[in-house]
């Protein structure tokens, strides 16, 4: 597998290609002697129907970036775009309705709701905006997760790895644009961890979604297309399609610097 490392250039591919954008982004918390300065004039897109990992030292600014891409956060300047749409013009309102229909969300802590069944669980962002479910579309997620027979359970009836596949599919349901992926592994053993990658690959393979990962681990990065390193909120390198070695040199390169 070739690995290619490069200095990062800002996105030139018209906005129709990337499924996230983000131009001179910058968040600063706090003021004054107190500021922490988590990003500083990120520029970056996310190419759509493919796999793209988000690495980086400690406070270097990983969560940060996906937060703002996801619209979960805003910037304090800058410009962030889904698609065509720029979220950084949006009303809260209209940012809450944009993420129910084209985001999906898979966190470290599951965040599945206990009293709900895990059909229940799978089915809250299309309750939540008061859309149908396609009984096709949920078969095919719910048959390829493995989930058919664990529906009717609560998520404290289930394994980690089967709460993971229920925050997966949750997140599939409503065809997103994009897939938001915090440290989807962090909570799993390693052999779990590895099930649950192999089906963020397999929905951007088979099912053409688009996964952004926030991850510290080299091993699980690699299964992702495209590795983007940050450092002290800056942009400090692209790895293409590497391997788990090239990933943990880079990391530890930055670590040096």
Same mark, same amino acid.
């Given at each position: 597998? /070739?690995?290619?490392?490069?200095?990062?250039? /800002?996105? @030139?591919?018209?906005?129709?290609?990337?499924?996230?954008?983000? /131009?001179?982004?910058?968040?600063?918390?706090?003021?004054?002697?107190?500021?922490?300065?988590?990003?500083?004039?990120?520029?970056?897109?996310?190419?759509?129907?493919?796999?793209?990992?988000?690495?980086?030292?400690?406070?270097?600014?990983?969560?940060?970036?996906?937060?703002?891409?996801?619209?979960?956060?805003?910037p304090t300047s800058g410009?962030?775009?889904?698609?065509?749409?720029?979220?950084?013009?949006?009303?809260?309102?209209?940012?809450?309705?944009?993420?129910?229909?084209?985001?999906?969300?898979?966190?470290?802590?599951?965040?599945? *709701?206990?009293?709900? @069944?895990?059909?229940?669980?799978?089915?809250?962002? *299309?309750?939540?905006?008061?859309?149908?479910?396609?009984?096709?579309?949920?078969?095919?997620i719910v048959d390829e997760?493995?989930?058919?027979?664990?529906?009717?359970?609560?998520?404290?009836?289930?394994?980690?790895?089967?709460?993971?596949?229920?925050?997966?599919?949750?997140?599939?349901?409503?065809?997103?644009?994009?897939?938001?992926a915090d440290e989807p592994?962090?909570?799993?053993?390693?052999? @779990?961890?590895?099930?649950?990658?192999?089906? *963020?690959?397999?929905?951007?393979?088979?099912?053409?979604?688009?996964?952004?990962?926030?991850?510290?681990?080299?091993?699980?990065?690699?299964?992702?297309?495209?590795?983007?390193?940050?450092?002290?909120?800056?942009?400090?390198?692209?790895?293409?399609?590497?391997?788990?070695?090239?990933?943990?040199?880079?990391?530890?390169?930055?670590?040096?610097?």
């Open positions: 597998m /070739t690995t290619h490392v490069q200095t990062h250039q /800002t996105a @030139t591919a018209s906005r129709a290609a990337l499924a996230a954008s983000a /131009t001179d982004l910058t968040k600063t918390y706090g003021s004054g002697e107190t500021a922490v300065h988590a990003l500083d004039g990120v520029s970056v897109g996310v190419e759509a129907g493919r796999f793209t990992a988000i690495m980086g030292p400690s406070g270097s600014g990983k969560s940060t970036l996906m937060h703002l891409l996801a619209g979960l956060d805003t410009r962030v775009f889904l698609g065509d749409t720029e979220l950084t013009s949006l009303s809260d309102k209209q940012l809450t309705t944009l993420r129910r229909r084209s985001v999906g969300f898979v966190f470290q802590a599951f965040n599945l *709701l206990p009293t709900l @069944t895990a059909r229940q669980n799978i089915r809250l962002p *299309l309750d939540l905006a008061g859309r149908g479910v396609d009984p096709g579309w949920e078969r095919r997760l493995g989930l058919g027979d664990r529906l009717g359970h609560r998520p404290g009836e289930l394994s980690g790895g089967q709460q993971q596949r229920v925050a997966l599919a949750r997140a599939l349901v409503t065809r997103p644009e994009v897939i938001f592994t962090g909570a799993l053993d390693s052999t @779990t961890g590895a099930e649950v990658l192999a089906l *963020l690959r397999r929905s951007v393979d088979e099912w053409g979604q688009t996964v952004v990962m926030v991850t510290h681990d080299a091993g699980a990065a690699a299964v992702a297309d495209r590795v983007l390193l940050l450092a002290d909120g800056q942009v400090a390198g692209d790895l293409v399609e590497p391997d788990a070695d090239a990933v943990l040199e880079a990391v530890r390169a930055l670590g040096r610097l």
